[in-house]
Nanobody, 125 residues
Framework: QLQLVESGGGLVQSGGSLKLSCAGS??????????IGWFRQAPGKQREGVSC????????TYADSVKGRFTISRDNTKNTVYLQMNSVKPEDTSVYYC????????????????WGKGTLVTVSS
């Protein structure tokens, strides 16, 4: 079974930057088989898609709310996907999850097959 572990969350000031990591392990195939999406869920809100990257890294997708501010990337030699968060805003405060599937599925989180446990990002104003 594929296991995903997020890291890099913490407290950051509005306008600052933070870089999240999603490390994969335990799969029958390498992480490069999977598209990886980043999702977030704030208290009292539904989980929403943030960004997704194809298995090869050749295609990326972003929610309108983060375009121009966040960048998703991956290093398959390290079995790791990153989310570089720049110019963060208080509304970015959420638990951030990474998830894996064969294809990018930002619209419907339920379509993702494997999930990490999340990392908390808090943006102060």
């Amino acid at each position: 079974q594929l296991q995903l572990v997020e890291s890099g969350g913490g407290l950051v000031q509005s306008g600052g930057s933070l870089k999240l990591s999603c490390a994969g392990s335990g799969a029958t195939v390498d992480l490069d088989f999977y598209a990886i999406g980043w999702f977030r869920q704030a208290p009292g809100k539904q989980r929403e898609g943030v960004s997704c990257i194809s298995s090869s890294g050749g295609s990326t997708t972003y929610a309108d709310s983060v375009k121009g501010r966040f960048t998703i990337s991956r290093d398959n030699t390290k079995n790791t996907v990153y989310l570089q968060m720049n110019s963060v805003k208080p509304e970015d405060t959420s638990v951030y999850y990474c998830a894996a599937s064969r294809w990018c599925e930002l619209v419907d989180p339920a379509a993702m097959d494997y999930w990490g446990k999340g990392t908390l990002v808090t943006v102060s104003s």
